[in-house]
C-alpha cells in the first residue's frame, strides 16, 4: 500500500505560480507511476499530468500544456507539480494519485489517492 499526502496549495492571483508536492510512504515508491488530477466544484475529476516510475516520460492534458510540470524525486518519494501562467479556470482541488503499473490518464487505473489540496486562482 502507499499513502500519499498533498501540499502547497493556496490562493494565488492569475499569472502566478505554486508548486504542489506529493509525499509517498508506505511501499516502494520507485514502483510506481504517478500523476495528478483535479476536480473543479460541479465538474467531474480530470486529467492533468502523468510521469512514469523512473520519471522518464511524462503527460499533460492539453488544458495545461506549457504551462504544468510534473517531476519526482524518488529518492525523496516525493512527486511534484509546478504551475505556471495560472489561469481562475485552474481553481480546484488537485489530487496526486499512485498505480503499480504505466501511467495512465484515466482515474479508475489509479489504485491510491491523497486526500487533495486546494488551489484557487482570482482574477
Known amino acids: 500500500q502507499v499513502q500519499l499526502v498533498e501540499s502547497g496549495g493556496g490562493l494565488v492571483q492569475a499569472g502566478g505560480s505554486l508548486r504542489l508536492s506529493c509525499a509517498a510512504s508506505?511501499?516502494?515508491?520507485?514502483?510506481?507511476?504517478m500523476g495528478w488530477f483535479r476536480q473543479a466544484p460541479g465538474k467531474e475529476r480530470e486529467f492533468v499530468t502523468a510521469?512514469?516510475?523512473?520519471?522518464?516520460?511524462?503527460y499533460y492534458a492539453d488544458s495545461v500544456k506549457g504551462r504544468f510540470t510534473i517531476s519526482r524525486d524518488n529518492a525523496k518519494n516525493t512527486v511534484y507539480l509546478q504551475m505556471n501562467s495560472l489561469k481562475p479556470k485552474d481553481t480546484a482541488v488537485y489530487y496526486c494519485?499512485?498505480?503499480?503499473?504505466?501511467?495512465?490518464?484515466?482515474?479508475?487505473?489509479?489504485?491510491?489517492w491523497g486526500q487533495g489540496t486546494q488551489v484557487t486562482v482570482s482574477s
Open positions: 510521469i512514469t516510475s523512473g520519471g522518464t516520460s511524462t
Open positions: 494519485a499512485a498505480v503499480e503499473g504505466i501511467a495512465s490518464q484515466f482515474d479508475w487505473e489509479y489504485d491510491y
Open positions: 508506505g511501499d516502494t515508491f520507485s514502483n510506481y507511476a
